[in-house]
């Protein structure tokens, strides 16, 4: 069942979602207007046990260093989930529940369980993060592939609109280097900091506008790819397994959640 591709509709709102293929989005349709680039490394994948960059691969779980394997070297990136076959748990017109074991090369065992729920103007995600045994610092994210245009006569490209309180400063190594600057213009390859929540607006000006908010408090935006800005709510920065680790416990699992709502224009 886990390779099979699930579709869920609401009013004229449509996702499907591909549970052999790392648990992602595979797209989601409003109104016939396709909102996620396509193709099999595209769509919306979960970021977990981690998101964005590890330096050089590595963290550390109190006197124990884990190296991960360096796939985009010098690092590792945006976690082993997304490179894995999700299973079906639950599923009905317009909710879906998927789970995933993390298995080698995450060194923890635990269990990572992701629910969709659509309605005719929103998608909801949540993802949690649980073991029953040893305790390991995770984080939790999306990265969505929106199209920068959705077609169309005439059609204009996408708009992004958020007004962060920080941006974490970026090294050449694309790393924050643990400062926080003045949110600077695009484009960007860049995680900012909205303590009161993600709040992000994305505009295809006269058709559609699609809201990307979350409870956490970091959001990365790349919008250096010609054919698709990624806005990415996550738990913690790049790197965050070691510079700001949030543990998960068998008492504790680690919880988050975006919603993605639009309406026409």
Known sequence: MSDEEIT????????????????????????????????????CFPMVPWCGRI????????????????????????????????????????????TYELVAPWPYPGLVTQVFALTEDALTIRMAVETYDSSFPAQIGWHPWFNRNLGGQEAEDVRVAFDPAWQEQRGDDHLPTGERV???????????????????????PGQLELKVTSPE?????????????????????????????????????????????????
Not at 74 to 89: F, L, M, Q, S, Y
């Open 217 to 265: 408090k970091w959001v990365v935006v790349y919008d250096e790819q010609e054919a698709a800005v990624c806005v990415e709510p996550q738990t913690g920065p790049p790197n965050g397994l070691n510079t700001l680790p949030r543990l998960v416990t068998p008492l504790e699992p680690l919880e988050a959640a975006t919603t993605w709502s639009w309406s026409r224009l």
């Open 55 to 98: 330096r050089d691969g590595c963290f550390h779980n109190g006197a124990t260093v884990h190296r991960m394997p360096l796939n985009a070297a010098p690092n590792a990136i945006h976690g082993t989930a997304r490179d894995g076959a999700w299973k079906v748990a639950r599923r009905t017109a317009d909710e879906v529940v998927l």
């Open 182 to 204: 003045e949110p600077k213009p695009g484009p960007w390859d860049d995680c900012f900091g909205m303590p009161g929540g993600v709040d992000v607006t994305l505009t295809w």
């Open 8 to 43: 869920l509709t609401a009013g004229d709102a449509e996702v499907t979602v591909q549970p052999g293929n790392g648990g992602r989005v595979g797209g989601l349709r409003v109104g016939g207007l396709e909102l996620l680039r396509q193709g099999e490394r595209f769509g």
